[in-house]
T-cell receptor, first 113, second 114 residues
Framework: GDSVTQMEGPVTLSEEAFLTINCTYTATGYPSLFWYVQYPGEGLQLLLKATKADDKGSNKGFEATYRKETTSFHLEKGSVQVSDSAVYFCALSLSGGYNKLIFGAGTRLAVHP | EAGVAQSPRYKIIEKRQSVAFWCNPISGHATLYWYQQILGQGPKLLIQFQNNGVVDDSQLPKDRFSAERLKGVDSTLKIQPAKLEDSAVYLC????????????FGPGTRLLVL
């Protein structure tokens, strides 16, 4: 069935380090791909999205490129800040699938000064 | 613009009791979703409404869970009777429509079943 797999956490980095969180997916058809972020004590927020192959989503210094050949949507940021500490969820939505989101298990990121 | 509102934020009950959660979506959003997020897992869709009609409830445990969206605005999710494994965060989300629309999430209701 359709699913999302993301790297297990926690990921612990020092401030200004480079971040990569891996995400791969299995889906029928051509899904849209998303990264959501959950800051401590807050609800899920959309971070970025891409709707077709080779699209790059970007927001707040984060980027992810929709790679159909490797079924991946890895999240990257060149220089993380303490304020980026949160749980990051990769998700997909199937075309023609009523917009239902299928989430990965989440990756906790902790950034230290 | 006000976001998605949910109440209560926290609830503790004993197994076999009943509980209800309330959600008020963003004004004008036709589509409303209820997700269950068990600790350490990603959210899982329980039920999706388009206006006041159900479009997907394939993962809703219908023997104990029910949901309604009267008048196509607010929604309630009920569990009766609750089991230990229902301990989770219940997230409500809304979107303008169903095709490629961004979903906006509320803060969630954290349920603990003892």
């Amino acid at each position: 069935g359709d699913s999302v797999t993301q790297m297990e956490g926690p990921v612990t980095l020092s401030e200004e380090a480079f971040l990569t969180i891996n995400c791969t997916y299995t889906a029928t058809g051509y899904p849209s791909l998303f990264w959501y972020v959950q800051y401590p004590g807050e609800g899920l927020q959309l971070l970025l999205k891409a709707t077709k192959a080779d699209d790059k989503g970007s927001n707040k210094g984060f980027e992810a490129t929709y790679r159909k050949e490797t079924t991946s949507f890895h999240l990257e940021k060149g220089s993380v800040q303490v304020s980026d500490s949160a749980v990051y969820f990769c998700a997909l939505s199937l075309s023609g699938g009523y917009n239902k989101l299928i989430f990965g298990a989440g990756t906790r990121l902790a950034v230290h000064p | 613009e006000a976001g998605v509102a949910q109440s209560p934020r926290y609830k503790i009950i004993e197994k076999r009791q009943s509980v209800a959660f309330w959600c008020n979506p963003i004004s004008g959003h036709a589509t409303l979703y209820w997700y269950q997020q068990i600790l350490g897992q990603g959210p899982k869709l329980l039920i999706q409404f388009q206006n006041n009609g159900v479009v997907d409830d394939s993962q809703l445990p219908k023997d104990r869970f029910s949901a309604e969206r009267l008048k196509g605005v607010d929604s309630t999710l009920k569990i009766q009777p609750a089991k230990l494994e229902d301990s989770a965060v219940y997230l409500c989300a809304s979107s303008l429509g169903t095709t490629g629309e961004t979903q906006y999430f509320g803060p969630g209701t954290r349920l603990l079943v003892l």
